[in-house]
């Protein structure tokens, strides 16, 4: 089972992370953490298509074709 945090541990989270870099470093943070997570749902597009295009070519090996 995965861990999700609820409202007050978010807070807390919040805090730690402000009391490390700072409240002026988070709105970097942030904007690098959202980078990154766009980048990884490029790169997870380009798996899948990659993934269907090497499934089609398989089943037309197998059919023959």
Avoid at 14 to 31: N, T, Y
Wanted: glycine share 6%; hydrophobic share 50%; aromatic share 8%.
């Amino acid at each position: 089972m995965m861990f999700m945090p609820s409202g007050q541990e978010w807070v807390v989270i919040f805090l730690i992370i402000a009391l490390l870099f700072g409240a002026s470093k988070i709105p970097e943070i942030a904007r690098n953490l959202g980078k990154a997570k766009a980048e990884f749902k490029k790169a997870e597009k380009e798996a899948e298509i990659e993934l269907r295009k090497m499934e089609e070519e398989l089943s037309k090996e197998s059919k023959g074709v």
